[in-house]
Antibody, heavy 117, light 110 residues
Framework: QVQLVESGGGVVQPGRSLRLSCAGS????????MHWVRQAPGKGLEWVAV????????YYADPVRGRFIISRDNSKNTLYLQMNSLRAEDTAVYYC??????????WGQGTLVTVSS | QSVLTQPPSASGTPGQRVTISCSGS????????VNWFQQLPGTAPKLLIY???QRPSGVPDRFSGSRSGTSASLAISGLQSEDEADYYC???????????FGGGAKLTVL
């Protein structure tokens, strides 16, 4: 069965960096686009970034463009999110999500990132 | 302020039919397909509807989606207590080159 497991969250000071990982299993990752979606405490869902199945294209939400980098290693079935220059407003649960064809079919359980001094 | 507009709340009694709207523009819903998600309290979101009106396997046919112009709707018939959750719509926006979500609608089963 399809599983997505995020890791790498934690407490980090403003201005510092953090890298999230998402390990996929039960499917061949090179056949799917992948997203990061976040949810601040008590708030709604916010799309963060997408990477195409082969890594050839990447798109970012305005609040993170220039600070976050999405990447993938299909040989390891793993998705990454490098988060730099973190701000308090980046505090959220970060979900990785699989995309077969312009829809979000499987979500991980999420990893919490807290940006605080 | 979300690009897609949803009512913040909706409610109904068991057995009723409720609808949740999602209003967008020509660059998102007017051009691209709409996804709907259900988020039960304390859990990750789950895909409910994709491509405007398609249900993934395992989603009951009580849930249905539609799109007309720059708006979309999620309908839930035969409302059950376990349907109490937050519901979100999403679509790709061709002008912004980003995915946009609605602010979410909290469904209460009275």
């Amino acid at each position: 069965q399809v599983q997505l497991v995020e890791s790498g969250g934690g407490v980090v000071q403003p201005g510092r960096s953090l890298r999230l990982s998402c390990a996929g299993s039960g499917f061949t990752s090179s056949n799917y686009g992948m997203h990061w979606v976040r949810q601040a405490p008590g708030k709604g869902l916010e799309w963060v970034a997408v990477i195409w199945y082969d890594g050839s294209n990447k798109y970012y939400a305005d609040p993170v463009r220039g600070r976050f980098i999405i990447s993938r290693d299909n040989s390891k079935n793993t998705l990454y999110l490098q988060m730099n220059s973190l701000r308090a407003e980046d505090t959220a649960v970060y979900y990785c999500v699989r995309d077969p064809d312009d829809y979000f079919d499987y979500w991980g359980q999420g990893t919490l990132v807290t940006v605080s001094s | 302020q979300s690009v897609l507009t949803q009512p913040p709340s909706a409610s109904g009694t068991p057995g009723q039919r409720v609808t949740i709207s999602c209003s967008g523009s020509s660059s998102n819903i007017g051009t691209n397909t709409v996804n709907w998600f259900q988020q039960l309290p304390g859990t990750a979101p789950k895909l409910l509807i994709y491509s405007n009106n398609q249900r993934p396997s395992g989603v009951p046919d009580r849930f249905s989606g539609s799109r007309s112009g720059t708006s979309a709707s999620l309908a839930i018939s035969g409302l059950q207590s376990e349907d109490e959750a937050d519901y979100y719509c999403a679509a790709w926006d061709d002008s912004l080159n980003v995915w946009v979500f609605g602010g979410g609608a909290k469904l209460t089963v009275l």
